[in-house]
């Protein structure tokens, strides 16, 4: 418990949508929690000048995807805790985090069911051709449009981690094949869960539906690519839940034109970050075939509101100095604590 003495100790929010509850979480241990305004169409990417002055006097901070870089940790050595309301951490130097003393947290067991449902939502969406119908509709046109079905398909999963699996099992009840493509996976784990495990060339040859939920690195940094988006089987549907980069987005435009895809389910996109690649984000919109959500697959109350908990739990553990749950941290550069 706080001490009733110690001067306040302020913990940053700079996410959307952290509920009272979660904010209650932490007052309650006596911190502080304070605001610093997101400019909204930013998606969150940006370190405002707001966030800055609050980074001043801030010993943890709750936050989504800003970058947070060496230099940033460097400029603001108050902070301790950076708590990550979700799972993707590329936008942070782990490294850093560690070598300078910091401790980083997520919040796995958060997001991931919301996500899974949202990419079983993007395969169906897609495929029955709902957005297609929809403004068909609109314009009080009832001409039946003919979709395909996920019943019976066979689905890629590149990656196959929490959310992998979350998407696997919700397919069994669609009697899908699930082949998986994850290099870090070990075979009997596959095995296991009643996937099989292949190559990526074979992986994108033979599914009627891929989609990604690996962690953006150098790795798959682009790993849809004009020559892999070659391999892809005539008509396939590609749905990308983890980070916009996972694809090149020209070269996704350019096979989805040619007809060589059958259409795409997209919740994050390179222009989320690169304000540059907006322009052929809006390209990839304006397509009948293609569905798109601005990075909102873990944006559910029930998602959030586990996640919130989570981060405040993280947060108040670490500034305690209790134990913070083992499966949320992610870099830990702090000195152990003499028993
Ligand atoms: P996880 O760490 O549990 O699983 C990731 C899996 O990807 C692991 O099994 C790992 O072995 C595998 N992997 C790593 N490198 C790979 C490669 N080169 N090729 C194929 N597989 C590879 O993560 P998770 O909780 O399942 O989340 C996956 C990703 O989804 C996150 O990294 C994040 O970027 C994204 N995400 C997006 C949202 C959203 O709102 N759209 C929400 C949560 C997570």
């Not at 006097?57 to 309301?85: D, M, N, S």
């Not at 784990?189 to 990604?212: P, Y």
Request: with cysteine; aromatic share 4%; proline share 5%.
């Amino acid at each position: 418990m706080s001490s009733p003495l110690r001067s306040p100790v302020d913990v940053l929010v700079t996410i959307r949508f952290f509920d009272a509850e979660a904010a209650a979480r932490l007052e309650a241990r006596g911190y502080r929690v304070i605001r610093a305004d997101i400019a909204y169409d930013e998606l969150d990417t940006k370190i405002t000048v707001g966030i800055e002055r609050a980074l001043e006097t801030a010993h943890a901070w709750i936050l989504g995807t800003p970058p947070v870089t060496r230099e940033l940790l460097e400029r603001f050595p108050r902070l301790k805790v950076i708590a990550r309301r979700g799972v993707g951490y590329d936008s942070i130097d782990t490294a850093a985090v560690k070598s300078l003393g910091r401790l980083l947290t997520n919040t796995p067991g958060g997001g991931e069911p919301a996500v899974a449902d949202h990419a079983l939502a993007m395969m169906l969406a897609v495929g029955k051709r709902l957005g297609e119908s929809h403004q068909r509709m609109q314009a009080d046109d009832w001409r039946a449009i003919v979709g395909g079905e996920l019943f019976g398909k066979t689905v890629g999963l590149v990656g196959f981690g929490r959310i992998g699996r979350m998407v696997a099992k919700r397919l069994k009840g669609f009697d899908a094949r699930v082949l998986v493509f994850d290099p870090y996976l070990d075979h009997s784990s596959a095995e296991a869960s009643g996937v099989t495990q292949c190559g990526l060339n074979e992986l994108l040859a033979q599914s009627d539906f891929i989609s990604l939920h690996a962690p953006l690195t150098p790795e798959t940094d682009r790993l849809i690519n004009t020559q892999t988006l070659a391999l892809v089987k005539p008509g396939a549907i590609l749905v990308n839940t983890s980070r916009g980069e996972l694809v090149d987005e020209t070269a996704l435009l350019q096979a989805l034109e040619a007809g060589r895809l059958g259409g795409a389910g997209l919740d994050v996109f390179a222009g989320e970050k690169d304000p540059g690649a907006r322009g052929i984000a809006q390209k990839l919109l304006a397509l009948p075939n293609v569905v798109g959500t601005p990075h909102t697959a873990a944006s559910t109350r029930e998602s959030l509101a586990r996640a919130n908990a989570l981060a405040a739990d993280c947060v108040a553990a670490a500034l305690d100095g209790l134990e913070v749950p083992r499966h949320c941290i992610v870099s830990d550069g702090r000195v152990p604590q003499a028993a």
